[in-house]
């Protein structure tokens, strides 16, 4: 991490240096990206598909674009009742804060002023009325993005959400709230089970020589060692400092293990 303070040269030096920077576009990527929108426009769900074959190497039909409510009924019986709770509760406070944010705000009605004559100031708040929510991921999952974009949109009036996510199997760095498996008794992670969330940024994993060193298994694709303990030392991919509780029972934990 680069500390600057503003009394030094460095720090001018260094601004002056962000200021020079070319933010002009990129007139080659501008160009095919709007010939691909022209293309969806003029031949619909066909060129989806062909594009969704070239750019996320996934064949798919127009019969299973659209994720199923059956589909969304069995994914949701799925889901530990733990983490369903949590992902209600935090619904239920986003939806409570936008909502009294919204009463705030004039909707649709007008703000005018007729100060001076001939002059009349007026402002017009309307929702849109279809929204495309993209959630990124692939083999991780983003909850938190579906809450934070849909939920918003539906207490301000929007009557068509559509929402997009990546093929499953494209591998993209892990980042996002995982899961450990327990593989042995370790001082650090007493209070932890099986099943318990993590949080996780990274984009590769390391494979213990000692295989009796790993502590907890995490699945990403594949199952990798998301804890290692060995004698005084601990070892850990996830970040306990973003994990809420769990996070901080670890932190605890090492702490009075050493």
Not at 189 to 208: A, C, E, K, N, R
Not at 215 to 244: C, D, M, R
């Amino acid at each position: 991490m680069r500390i600057l303070r503003l009394a030094e040269k460095a720090c001018e030096t260094y601004l002056s240096e962000l200021d020079k920077r070319n933010f002009s576009e990129d007139a080659t990527t501008d160009r095919k990206v709007r010939s691909i929108l022209n293309d969806v426009r003029e031949r619909g769900d066909e060129a989806l598909l062909h594009y969704t074959r070239l750019y996320d190497r996934i064949s798919l039909s127009p019969k299973n674009l659209e994720v199923k409510r059956e589909e969304v009924r069995e994914a949701h019986k799925k889901l530990p009742p733990k983490f369903l709770a949590t992902l209600k509760k935090a619904a239920h406070r986003i939806r409570r804060f936008h909502e009294r944010v919204g009463k705030s705000v004039i909707p649709s009605a007008t703000i005018k002023d007729r100060s001076e004559k001939g002059i009349r100031l007026e402002q017009r708040i309307s929702p849109l009325e279809r929204v495309g929510i993209y959630v990124p991921g692939g083999k991780a999952s983003y909850p938190s993005t579906v809450l934070m974009a849909a939920i918003p949109a539906k207490v301000v009036g929007v009557q068509e959400l559509v929402m997009v996510t990546p093929d499953p199997e494209y591998k993209v760095p892990h980042m996002g709230w995982n899961t450990v498996e327990i593989l042995k008794e370790a001082p650090a992670l007493q209070g932890i089970q099986t099943g318990d969330f993590f949080y996780f940024v990274h984009s590769y994993y390391v494979v213990p020589e000692e295989k009796d060193s790993v502590a907890t298994l995490t699945t990403y694709g594949a199952p990798f060692a998301s804890s290692t303990w060995k004698e005084n030392v601990f070892a850990i991919q996830f970040h306990p400092e973003k994990s809420q509780e769990k996070g901080l029972r670890v932190l605890e934990n090492f702490v009075k293990a050493i």
